[in-house]
C-alpha cells in the first residue's frame, strides 16, 4: 500500500462564493491527477471556510486534528 498524504484546503463550500469553494477543489484535484508522485496516494482533505474569518480559523484548526 502507498503512503498516503492529505493535501488541506479551506474554502466557502456554502453561500455567496460556493461556486469559487468547489471550483478550486476541482483544481485541486486536477493538480493531484496531474502532479502527484508515483507511488503516493494524496487524498484532498476540503473544509468549509464560510464566510467569516473565526469559521475558516475553526476550519484549519480541524485540519491539525488530522494525524495524516
Known sequence: MPPIS?????????GLYRARGYAA???L????EHCAP???????LALDGG?????SRR???KLNLDPA
Open 38 to 44: 508515483p507511488g503516493t496516494a494524496l487524498i484532498p
Open 29 to 32: 484535484r486536477r493538480g493531484i
Open 51 to 55: 464566510d467569516s474569518p473565526e469559521q
Open 6 to 14: 492529505k493535501i488541506g484546503l479551506i474554502a466557502p463550500f456554502e
Open 59 to 61: 476550519a484549519a484548526a
Open 25 to 27: 477543489l476541482a483544481a
